[in-house]
């Protein structure tokens, strides 16, 4: 099955700065790269998305980028705010059907 | 609200009780995940249906067993229950076709407490 991997379980940075979190699969059929974000007691919401047939998508301050033949992914967000503080979560998907997590980076943005 | 509904929000129960939570998903996804999230853990994958057959299964214990009724909506049920079952228990749905981009959509959640 799949093997998802995300790095790292902690991340601090200063408010502006960017933070980058990174995630390897080893599923080589993945073709659907999703990353959620969870506030504190609250749900999984998906942030930005991106499929195999693509290298790299922005949404505003967040992007990602996937690397096929490596097999891995990475999320972006750039000019950090407070409000980014959660945990995020990378998966990998084949098709739409059982979505694998990663473990997960608690991200905090210190003001 | 992301339109998936999972009760109950909480639950408190003693070892060796069964229980079951129930996942209302989106109107029009067929398809229902369930992932258990332990304290600051991951996200872990248990089990997928797909209008109403099993699709994928994950590391679900032999205690804990699912099912996706007509009406679409599912059931978790957790049996033998153990303290170390206690966990935020997530339901997710997706259009799930695998033709049709869609993402998952999750649950509030229902937190289960084992005492």
């Known amino acids: 099955g799949e093997n998802v991997e995300q790095h790292p379980s902690t991340l601090s940075v200063q408010e502006g700065d960017s933070a980058v979190i990174k995630c390897t699969y080893s599923?080589?059929?993945?073709?659907?790269f999703p990353w959620y974000k969870q506030e504190l007691g609250k749900r999984p919401q998906l942030i930005i998305d991106i499929r195999s047939n693509v290298g790299e998508k922005k949404d505003q301050r967040i992007a990602v980028t996937l690397n096929k033949t490596a097999k891995h992914f990475s999320l972006h967000i750039t000019e950090t705010q407070p409000e980014d503080s959660a945990v995020y979560f990378c998966?990998?998907?084949?098709?739409?059907?059982?979505?694998?997590f990663g473990s997960g980076t608690k991200l905090n943005v210190k003001p | 609200d992301s339109g998936v509904t999972q009760t109950p929000k909480h639950l408190i129960t003693a070892t060796g009780q069964r229980v079951t939570l129930r996942c209302s998903p989106r109107?029009?996804?067929?398809?229902v995940y369930w992932y258990q999230q332990s304290l600051d853990q991951g996200l872990q994958f248990l089990i997928q249906y797909y209008n109403g057959e099993e699709r994928a299964k994950g590391n679900i214990l032999e205690r804990f067993s699912a099912q996706q009724f007509p009406d679409l909506h599912s059931e978790l049920n957790l049996s033998s229950l153990e303290l170390g079952d206690s966990a935020l228990y997530f339901c997710?749905?997706?259009w799930g076709q695998g033709i049709r981009d869609t993402e998952a959509f999750f649950g509030q959640g229902t937190r289960l407490t084992v005492v």
């Open positions: 998966a990998a998907s084949r098709s739409f059907n059982k979505f694998y």
């Open positions: 599923d080589s059929a993945s073709n659907y």
């Open positions: 109107s029009g996804d067929l398809s």
């Open positions: 997710a749905s997706s």
